[in-house]
């Protein structure tokens, strides 16, 4: 099981300094781990970033990056997931011509079954926008491929934990009292 | 603080000095040039306290840092400039980061507008020591220097301790700051001493109380976290015999009777071979490197392991353990001892001295008392030791000197070896030597150094020259760069590649920066020029021409289990 290489979701909060991306996919490369995907953004916590990141890693391995990621000073706390614990999505674009997307008898058909919608149709072109899995944005683009599709870019994975609260925020709470405890021990002094 | 009417702005230059002040710094270590010559502007004119020590190379002000951080405790300071001053200090910081060295590196930038423009001497210092150091921080304004220092002191120091890089821009240094300053005790997402588990604690007891065999073996987390009489204290208690790693000599004095050696490639035959043996392994400020290990996959099988370290993401990395405590070596060791029962394990205790019994015979009397033939090297360390009756800071170089500095020396108190350890960065020796001896002025400071090393920074004698610094060098000459040699002669069928040495008359050099110097080549001269050397507090090189195909014995060949020792180049150990 410990051998068994799976993809993993891994959840970086970070505080927001400079580098500190590079720093982290840095401990990917060194440990020989691929980055399939990546995105960064604000976290729902003030001052607190999050990155999330897939990889396949056997189980061992995943644990001990995940813990040299947390090493890093700027770092909060980080945490991997398999598939069944987290709710996840990617954002697909695909853009077409129009002249050759309305050759299509049912386009809305098409975007129906797929969950897919229009977000920009002009004269020349047309946006087409899926979140979903990679097999189910991939699978739209083999459809799409037909009218030829001009442009396709996929984000990276986004995920929630199935918990019920930012897997973080506890961690922060008690941060927070043993910061009031500090402060009280240096104002003593 | 509170009232700050009678601030005054101050330059962000001079604002670095009083930071470094406020610090408890005395001593930094440095180079200047184009980029950081406003700090040196400001050292010469804003009357600061603290000492300046000009080196001759960066990669010699890091490595005296690095000296002086592990004699005190306390974090070595490093100031030098961009671009080219930065990347020579590098392969300190990768040295520091790998033996967990508290040290401060500040180090110059080009002028805000010029980042990121190939500028003259720029170098993206930020990007190079990212994953190298513990934490680094490119200072862009005055205002914000007092943080950064503030906060580069403090991770630097807490925890497990690292380097830390502090990359300070032109503008920075030029602007103006109303200064204030307010040490860091606290960063949110840093948890500098993990709270050791209640339960992890109570299973480790446990078992330690249940051992029949139990055995201890320590690392550097011991000396840094000064916890060397807890340490003491949970050996006696429990009666369990301990091994040292290289980093982790001197934490016990080497007479104290339940310390059984060095473990490790070249360390001692019983430690090693009772790793294999002990039912509970108990693993203090360690890491599991793997000249400690030799083959992973047959190391210490047979027993339970309980590891504690400071740093988590050690625990498990590399042995499995039966239970990890992460948390400071001293907290965590008296709330074992206080919590287990007194035990006895004389039989045990006592199978170690077989083991001892045949390293003795085989390896150490004709190593330390040949008798005839050329001078040994660990002849030459084990009569510094005596001489200095085991009371000096022992430094090391890197390559069989190193070996057999810390195979032989004797010591009779904390903090008292420092090598290159995790890196093995030849050239450590001489800048390491004279910050310790910056550090500990009272004390001794013996270097064992090869031919080899001794080249990589004899410049540093500069330094020894110009702040008339008291150390003792013991060059082992042997003509080659010794250890490879003698890999190559085990391993490689006696092609000795590129490691022959045509070397220089070192008694020139030594002249040459007015140091004195003596050479030895005949056994009869050896304990009178030791004892020259350590009879007063000037520097002194002592050459000491040993057998130029001394080979480091015991060793652990390479993809050998930690209990397949050979004793010679021709006979391996047996087990009694
Ligand atoms: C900077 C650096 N380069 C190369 C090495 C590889 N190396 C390890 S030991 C050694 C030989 C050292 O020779 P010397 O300094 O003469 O010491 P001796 O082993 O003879 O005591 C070498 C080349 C190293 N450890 N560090």
């Known amino acids: 099981m410990e051998n068994e290489v799976r993809t993993y979701t891994v959840t970086i909060y970070t505080e927001n300094q400079i580098g500190l991306l590079a720093q982290i996919s840095n401990i990917f490369t060194r440990r020989s781990l691929s980055i399939w995907s990546l995105s960064a953004g604000a976290s729902s916590m003030e001052g607190i970033h999050n990155i999330t990141i897939v990889t396949d890693a056997t189980e061992k391995k995943i644990k001990e990056v995940v813990q040299q990621i947390e090493k890093r000073v700027d770092v909060v706390k980080a945490f991997f997931y398999t598939a069944e614990k987290i709710v996840y999505r990617e954002l697909a674009l695909y853009k077409i011509l129009t002249e050759d997307l309305l050759k299509c008898d049912d386009i809305e058909g098409l975007l129906n079954r797929y969950h897919a919608r229009i977000v920009e149709m002009n004269k020349t072109f047309t946006v087409i926008q899926k979140t979903g899995h990679t097999t189910e944005t991939a699978a739209l683009y083999d459809e799409l491929k037909e009218y030829g599709v001009r442009q396709f870019v996929r984000s990276g994975r986004i995920a929630v934990s199935r918990a019920m609260q930012e897997p973080v925020f506890k961690f922060l709470q008690k941060r927070e009292r043993e910061a009031e405890k500090y402060r009280k021990q240096t104002n003593k002094q | ?576």
């Open chain 2, 1 to 576: 603080m509170g009232t700050d009417n009678n601030k005054k702005a101050i330059t962000g230059s001079e604002a670095l000095w009083r930071s470094l002040e406020a610090e408890g710094v005395n001593t930094v270590f440095g180079y200047p040039g184009g980029q950081i010559m406003p700090v040196y502007d400001s050292f010469y004119s804003c009357g600061t306290p603290i000492r300046h020590v000009l080196v001759r190379h960066e990669q010699g002000a890091i490595h005296a840092a690095q000296g002086y951080a592990r004699v005190k405790g306390e974090p070595g300071v490093v100031i030098v400039t961009s671009g080219p001053g930065a990347t020579n200090v590098i392969t300190g910081v990768v040295d520091a980061m790998t033996d967990s060295t508290p040290v401060v590196v500040i180090t110059g930038q080009v002028a805000n507008a010029a980042l990121g423009t190939d500028a003259f001497q720029e170098a993206d210092v930020t990007g190079l020591t990212g994953p190298i150091c513990k934490w680094n921080y490119q200072i862009r304004r005055a205002e914000d220097i007092a943080w950064a220092v503030s906060r580069a002191f403090f991770i630097a120091k807490t925890g497990r301790p690292g380097p830390v890089v502090l990359d300070f821009t032109k503008d920075a240094q030029n602007g103006t700051v109303e200064f204030e300053y307010k040490k860091c005790t606290f960063i949110r997402s840093y948890v500098h001493i993990p709270k050791p588990s209640d339960q992890a604690i109570e299973k480790a007891v446990e078992l330690i109380d249940k051992a029949q065999k139990p055995f201890v073996v320590f690392g550097q987390g011991v000396t840094i976290s000064n916890a060397e009489p807890e340490l003491m204290e949970f050996l006696k208690k429990g009666d369990i015999p301990a091994g040292a790693t290289l980093l982790g000599l001197s934490a016990l004095p080497s007479d104290f009777p339940l310390y059984m050696g060095m473990i490790g490639m070249h360390g001692n035959v019983a430690p090693n071979v009772k790793t294999n043996e002990c039912d509970v392994l108990i693993a203090v400020g360690m890491r599991f490197d793997d000249r400690v290990t030799g083959t992973v996959s047959t190391y210490a099988k047979q027993a339970k392991v309980i590891h504690i370290d400071i740093d988590p993401s050690e625990i498990g990395k590399i042995i499995p353990v039966e239970v990890g405590i992460k948390g400071d070596a001293k907290q965590v060791l008296s709330a074992i001892t206080s919590k287990m029962k007194e035990s006895k394990h004389t039989e045990w205790v006592d199978s170690f001295a077989a083991c001892q019994e045949v390293e003795q015979v085989k390896v150490i009397t004709p190593e330390v008392a040949p008798g005839e033939g050329h001078i040994k090297m660990g002849e030459v360390v084990d009569c510094v030791s005596r001489v200095s009756g085991g009371k000096a800071i022992v430094v090391t170089d890197v390559g069989q000197n190193q070996m057999m500095g810390a195979r032989y020396s004797r010591f009779a108190q904390k903090r008292s070896f420092i090598s290159s350890g995790g890196l093995g960065t030849m050239g450590f020796g001489i800048p390491a030597a004279i910050g310790a001896k910056i550090a500990a002025p009272d004390r001794q400071v013996c270097l064992f150094v090869g031919d080899g090393g001794l080249q990589m920074t004899v410049q540093e004698y500069g330094t020894i020259m110009q702040e008339g610094t008291g150390v003792k060098i013991v060059l082992l000459n042997n003509n080659w760069l010794g250890n490879v040699r003698q890999w190559q002669e085990l391993f490689f069928g006696e092609r000795y590649s590129q490691t022959r040495m045509v070397n220089p008359d070192f008694s020139l050099i030594a002249k040459a920066y007015g140091i004195k110097t003596r050479f030895v080549e005949n056994r009869k001269d050896l304990e009178d020029a030791v004892s020259e050397m350590l009879s007063d507090d000037s520097p002194f090189i002592l050459e000491v021409h040993v057998e130029e195909n001394g080979m480091v014995m015991p060793m652990v060949p390479p993809g050998k289990g930690i209990n397949q020792i050979m004793l010679t180049d021709k006979e391996w150990f047996e087990n009694v």
